[in-house]
């Protein structure tokens, strides 16, 4: 039989407790560095995801431009950009709904009512008519 020493061994009973800490363990009072680069990088992938949301918006608010839906189409971009950026399972349905309904009306006016569809104003016969008698400024 052969006696093994303590150092050929490391792991016996009086090392049991003992554990070396992760390298990415802080002491309690201490900075931790690594919680700052990860907040740093979070708050910039949310900055990018907002900006390429945004540049997307704008593409889609010119391509929309004319069209039966100009305003309802980044309204509907805006609103998804919200539900995928914030937890808005809170809140409720009929928020989003009215605000989409609100562009429906706004582009349904703008369509019908105040523009053509090619986005130049409709002319009337009272807009053409030329003024006959002198101006006169009001103080």
């Known amino acids: ?40 990088g979070l708050i910039l992938a949310l900055y990018g995801l907002v900006v390429l949301y945004a540049s997307f918006d704008r593409w889609a608010e010119q391509r929309a431009h004319g069209t039966p839906l100009a305003k309802t189409i980044p309204t509907l971009l805006t609103i998804a950009l919200l539900y995928e950026v914030f937890p808005l399972g809170h809140v409720s349905i009929l928020l989003p709904l009215s605000a989409i309904l609100i562009a429906l009306m706004a582009d349904w006016a703008r369509f019908h009512v105040g523009e053509g569809p090619a986005g130049a104003p409709e002319t009337r016969p009272h807009d053409t008519a030329v003024a006959t008698g002198p101006e006169t400024a009001h103080d």
Do not use: C, K, N
Not at 11 to 18: A, F, L, P
């Open 1 to 40: 039989m052969q006696i093994y020493l303590q150092e050929e061994f490391p792991m016996t009973t009086t090392h049991g407790s003992e554990h070396a800490a992760p390298f990415w363990f802080t002491s309690p009072g201490g900075g931790d560095s690594l919680a700052w680069v990860a907040l740093g």
